[in-house]
């Protein structure tokens, strides 16, 4: 099935309307489509590399739109969402999400837009958990904002070569910004006590 929407994202990303796909498959992907804009933003900003950044920004604009749509749905609409987030994968990185919320607050945000965990997990959890908007926006925008311009520039730099390069190590990078991140809330946790 994933399979299916990664070559749709991909032939979408050649259309004369990619951008506007791009735009609609990142606020999907924030709230509860499977495929992550990264399969349409990395060719895009392969085939036209003077617009890369301004394909990071419209796909970053529409994730954090997305993402308030699914804390929406966490926040007014969990109790019908839960039994389907138990029957499906998705479950057990949704109790991780919620540690991390308890350990973290809003680290775990900022670090969803990095993590191979889906983000729609966290946006998902942040309004069930009630977290607060402002922080929940702010830490939407560094994070998936963050990830998409990270893979603009590297792709714009790199060219073709880069794009493989960038898929095969997506998660390892991923985990290497989380754990920064974590760090980086453990010490001002530390620091404050």
């Known amino acids: 099935m994933i399979k299916k929407y990664y070559?749709?994202?991909?032939?979408?990303?050649?259309?004369?309307?990619?951008?506007?796909?791009l735009c609609l498959l990142s606020f999907a992907e924030s709230a509860f489509f499977p495929v992550p804009p990264d399969v349409m933003l990395a060719p895009m900003a392969m085939a036209t590399p003077e617009k890369a950044y301004?394909?990071?920004?419209?796909?970053?604009?529409?994730s954090v739109l997305g993402g308030v749509l699914g804390?929406?749905?966490?926040?007014?609409?969990?109790?019908?969402?839960?039994?389907?987030?138990?029957?499906s994968h998705y479950w057990p990185a949704m109790l991780k999400?919620?540690?991390?919320?308890?350990?973290y607050?809003?680290?775990?945000?900022?670090?969803?837009?990095?993590?191979?965990?889906?983000?729609?997990?966290f946006t998902i959890s942040a309004g069930a958990?009630?977290?607060?908007?402002?922080?929940?926006?702010?830490?939407?925008?560094?994070?998936?904002?963050?990830?998409?311009?990270?893979?603009?520039?590297?792709?714009?730099?790199?060219?073709?070569?880069?794009?493989?390069?960038?898929?095969?190590?997506?998660d390892k990078i991923g985990w290497l910004v989380v754990i920064g991140i974590v760090l980086a809330g453990c010490y001002q946790w530390w620091s404050s006590h």
Do not use: C
């Open 54 to 62: 301004r394909y990071a920004a419209w796909t970053t604009i529409s």
């Open 71 to 87: 804390y929406g749905l966490g926040f007014f609409l969990y109790e019908f969402v839960e039994p389907w987030l138990q029957q």
């Open 7 to 21: 070559d749709l994202a991909l032939n979408a990303a050649r259309h004369r309307h990619a951008l506007r796909y």
């Open 129 to 170: 958990l009630h977290m607060a908007m402002a922080p929940f926006v702010l830490a939407s925008l560094l994070g998936r904002g963050g990830r998409f311009f990270l893979v603009a520039f590297l792709l714009r730099m790199g060219g073709q070569g880069m794009e493989t390069r960038l898929r095969a190590s997506i």
């Open 97 to 103: 999400a919620r540690a991390w919320f308890t350990d």
């Open 105 to 121: 607050g809003v680290w775990a945000v900022l670090a969803a837009g990095f993590s191979p965990i889906p983000y729609k997990i």
